[in-house]
């Protein structure tokens, strides 16, 4: 049976992509079955993130609109034994879409020890869809205050939508908030959100480094800290570091 994580934010760009290609690559290297289902619309990424893009032919849009079997569309990351990615369609209309997101990881419920969504940026349509089939949410955040507002907001629209477990991940912390004022500013992070911290993620020239490379995550601080998450996400019980 699959545990469905939907990694979301309200602002763009605070890695939601890097941390669900991470997170997948190292729960994979811990021998679990894993699939990441690239769900923003139009904007697919996750392909070039994992070194995919060559090879695909079908997406998740062909497998919503039954043009294609699901198998069709499932493509294996050859880098890393276990990992395996439905690329995102290249529509931008999330509301064709419906329930057969739910109903896709329905079917695919007993074939991966995990499924982690994708979602785009937003609480717009696409957002409702990508969040809909999942247990668990991973909103990730960068530690400045328009990004914690936004997802204060998140956690209420995931209740809404019927997603129980929320946990944080400060993703891009920079030394230097460190620097000046201890962990203060990092406690308001946590405390302006009220969720519960599974991982803080450092700013890390290795996540661009591998993303343009299209290798997927495997060294370098924010690496350890994703697997410190993966570890917690496989309920052990493995300390938060206060400092970078
Ligand atoms: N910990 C990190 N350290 C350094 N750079 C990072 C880190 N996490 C993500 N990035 C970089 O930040 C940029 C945005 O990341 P990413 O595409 O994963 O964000 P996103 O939330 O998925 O964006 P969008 O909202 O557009 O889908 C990328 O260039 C990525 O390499
Ligand atoms: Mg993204």
Redesign the pocket.
Same mark, same amino acid.
Request: aromatic residues 0%; contains cysteine; charged residues 25%.
């Given at each position: 049976m699959s545990r469905i994580i939907v990694v979301t &934010?309200g *602002?763009?760009?605070?890695? *939601? &992509? &890097?941390? @669900?290609?991470a997170l997948g690559t190292a729960l994979a290297k811990r021998g679990k079955k894993v699939l990441l289902i690239d769900c #923003?619309w139009g904007?697919r990424?996750l392909d070039l993130?994992l070194g995919v893009s060559g090879e695909m032919v079908f997406d998740l849009g062909d497998i919503l609109n039954s043009d294609c079997e699901i198998s069709k569309a499932i493509y294996s990351v050859d880098s890393v034994e276990g990992l395996f990615l439905i690329p995102a369609p290249t529509f931008t209309d999330a509301d064709s879409a419906g329930d057969n997101l739910k109903r896709l990881c329905r079917a695919l419920y007993n074939n991966f020890d995990y499924i982690f969504i #994708?979602s +785009? @940026?937003g609480i717009e349509n696409g957002f409702r869809v990508a969040v809909s089939p999942a247990q668990l949410a991973l909103v990730?955040v960068t530690p400045d205050p328009v990004c914690i507002r936004d997802a204060e907001r998140v956690g209420e629209m995931l209740k809404e939508y019927g997603v129980r477990e929320h946990r944080l991940v400060i =993703? *891009?912390?920079k030394k230097s908030v460190f620097r000046f004022d201890g962990t203060a500013d990092l406690d308001k992070v946590i405390d302006g959100v009220s969720m519960q911290l599974i991982g803080i993620? +450092?700013? #890390? *020239? =290795?996540?661009?480094h591998s @993303?343009v490379r299209g290798i997927p995550l495997q060294k370098g601080r924010?690496c350890a800290a994703i697997n410190r998450i993966a570890a917690r996400i496989e309920g052990e019980d493995v300390l938060i570091p206060r400092s970078l």
């Open positions: &934010s *602002k763009g760009g605070t890695g *939601k &992509s &890097s941390v @669900a290609a #923003d904007l990424c993130i #994708d +785009p @940026a990730v =993703n *891009k912390l993620i +450092p700013e #890390d *020239k =290795n996540v661009q @993303a924010a």
